[in-house]
């Protein structure tokens, strides 16, 4: 009879188990506006990228798990060992559609380089490399970012936007290389930007909070002041001012949350959970 039981409540457990199924980021702390990333945030996700193959400009689609078993690579670099992928598509895995594009190919950030996969994600070279989205920024949000700067005391964004009065939502290092968060018409800074390192930003403005954390720290906290962008998308790896981007991105960019609302309350389990995976801190 206990034999019997057991079994059961094994077989039972085990079903619960499989049911259950994949629970990424996103299933935790649901709600976000958009998503990107090179790693599986939601059980509902397939693609997560779109590639470009620069020896003849073919495109195909890929998921996490082709990209970290070596497939995608594989795919970059037939007919040419040292072939370069870039990313014409970087999908939202939030589920609203804010899929991040790019038609231009020299326009486009880089995923392999030399037939090699990038460590820190899509590399974007400072000059031209973006992505753009129709997310407008909304008056109360959560921009989430990890990035690595190959340079110092440059602005550079990780995602940004602002409007012809200068009303804007942005993630970047600024000129005097700290991080920062931009808000409604200033911006509010954090810590020293070291070139080379991994950087887990985290910030949030809404009519309450201002709020900016680095690495797990936060820096800067006071009374908030929402932004009054209206016009203008969200640009990954650039400043998209009245429709044109500036403050280019020179480094890589590996993930990316936006989330329509203040997400204080969360901000420490979401920042562990991105740590977790990318170890960029203790």
Known sequence: MSGDSSLGIGIGLALKSYGRGFR??????????????????????SNVVRVRRASDNDEKDFTAAQISSGEMVNWVTEGSATADGFVETWYDQSGNGNDATQSVAT?????????????DGLDFDGVDDVLGTSLV???????IGVANWDIEDQTT?????????????????????????????????????????????????????RLLSTNGTVASDSAGTAPNNTGYGYSIGALNTAGTDSSFMDGTIAEIIIYDSDQSA???VIEGNINDHYSIYA
């Open 107 to 119: 326009a486009q950030p880089k995923i392999v380089a030399g037939g090699v996969l990038i460590a």
């Open 24 to 45: 990424g980021l996103l299933n935790r702390y649901p709600g976000a506006a958009a998503a990107y990333s090179l790693r599986k945030l939601s059980g509902s996700v």
């Open 266 to 268: 969360n901000r420490e």
């Open 157 to 209: 964004m990780i995602i940004g936007a602002r409007d012809s009065t200068n009303q804007r939502s942005y993630l970047s290092q600024t000129s005097s290389g700290e991080s920062a968060i931009g808000v409604a018409s200033s911006a509010l800074s954090g810590e020293d930007i070291i070139a080379g390192n991994d950087y887990l930003l985290f910030g949030i403005h809404s009519g309450s909070t």
């Open 137 to 143: 920024p909304p008056n109360a949000a959560t921009l």
